[in-house]
């Protein structure tokens, strides 16, 4: 099992950047594919970026495809997202999730192939 918590988030005027980070539990979390999501208000809870277990593979939404980027610290237990050229329309809570995947290098961007989530943090872009 793994313990998620994010942070990082805040408010951002638009063409800003923000750096998101997700700290793991655990001593396993290179066994772990982990995603971004995010909820706007009213909205369903959206895939933003996923990446493999080692860090090899990514996969980005086509709404943030060129601005942000995943990156995981497998020995710092951490998966980051940096966001850059920051839009009003980026404006929700963020989440991130884990997906135990053993020896697999897959990544996933379906809500329910993810277990764990944290609790989220919040991005704010004003116009």
């Known amino acids: 099992q793994v313990q998620l918590v994010e942070s990082g988030g805040g408010l951002v005027q638009a063409g800003g950047s923000l750096r998101l980070s997700c700290a793991a539990s655990?001593?396993?979390?290179?066994?772990?594919?982990m995603g971004w999501f995010r909820q706007a208000p009213g909205k369903e809870r959206e895939f933003v970026a996923t990446?493999?277990?080692?860090?090899?593979?990514?996969y980005d939404s086509d709404s943030v495809k060129g601005r942000f980027t995943i990156a995981r610290d497998n020995a710092k237990n951490t998966l980051y997202l940096q966001m850059n050229s920051l839009k009003p329309e980026d404006t929700a809570v963020y989440y991130c999730?884990?997906?135990?995947?053993?020896?697999?290098?897959?990544?996933?961007?379906?809500?329910?192939?993810?277990?764990?989530w944290g609790q989220g943090t919040q991005v704010t872009v004003s116009s």
């Open positions: 999730a884990a997906r135990f995947s053993g020896n697999s290098v897959g990544v996933y961007y379906r809500r329910n192939e993810y277990a764990y």
């Open positions: 655990g001593r396993t979390f290179s066994t772990y594919a």
């Open positions: 990446i493999n277990r080692i860090g090899t593979s990514t």
